[in-house]
């Protein structure tokens, strides 16, 4: 079973990350995290109403809530790095992630072994090499280096906090929702307060239409991210934490081969291989 849900987790959110990353070349990162978390906690709504999720609630929701508080922090990065691109970099990067929970067992107790200290040595190279040193052609925009890793940490901290939150199915329905809720609230301030500063909610061409029809895509991408927090957390509960998050980090094979495949993006070898060390790094991060 953790095999099964930490796999569908890789595959749920490397299909998020790419829907992601294309709407926000056509509509506003902040909107696309508003509007795909909005559409998420309706339907999550809808759920915990017929499960009668609300029977979970307890002092476990606080966790959720803070994942709701860094969640759209973490998505906006994540978005606006996908949109400066490629996605071959800026995906595999994301999984960095994964540092966090295994620092969460380092705090408890657990020792670093041999391939943790490999880990970290390993991936901090492939970022340097991800980032695109000027060797031929132009490098990948610095600036999508630094959101990814931002992002990164705070996928992280989300995966540690959502499977914190419960410990029952209906109670994981209820903490999603709460999540939701929070995403939805933090970033509908943070659109207002840059909409106050000029910047701009809607598309440049199409304008709320263009966000209308955006929907089922922004639905997808919302249910997906969703999808795949739960899938994780039940992963987690259900067997050894490593393996989880071992098989969590493969979602940007997903996102990767996504992208080759549909957008036809081609990357430079050094940074080919940079995404790679930084994905090895990772899987050795975990498994330590």
Known sequence: MTALFA????????LADFGGGLLTRRVPALTVVVVSQAVAAVVLGVV????GGWSEAGPRLWFAVAA????????????QALALGPMGVVSPLGSLGVVVP????????????????????????????AGGPRLRGAPVHRRAVLL????????????????????????????LFVQRLTNVAVGGAALCA?????????????????????????????????AANGTYSVAAQHGPVTAAAVLAS????????????VLKERLRGVQAAGAGLALVGTVLLATG
């Open 7 to 14: 796999l569908a987790t890789s595959l749920l959110r490397g």
């Open 48 to 51: 915990v109403v017929a499960t």
């Open 68 to 79: 709701g508080v860094v969640g759209p922090v973490a998505m906006l990065s994540f978005y």
């Open 102 to 129: 295994v620092s969460v067992r380092l705090l408890a107790g657990e020792r670093p072994g041999l391939p943790q200290f490999a880990g970290v040595g390993i991936a901090v190279v492939g970022v340097v090499l």
């Open 148 to 175: 990814t890793l931002a992002a990164a940490l705070g996928f992280g901290a989300v995966m540690s906090l959502i499977s914190e939150a419960s410990t029952t199915v209906t109670g994981l329905f209820l903490a």
């Open 194 to 226: 840059a909409g106050r500063r000029g910047a701009r909610a809607l598309p440049e061409e199409g304008g709320a239409a263009a966000v209308l029809a955006a929907l089922p895509a922004l639905a997808l991408v919302g249910l997906a991210d969703v």
């Open 250 to 261: 493969l979602y940007p094979v997903v996102s990767a081969l996504a992208a080759r495949g």
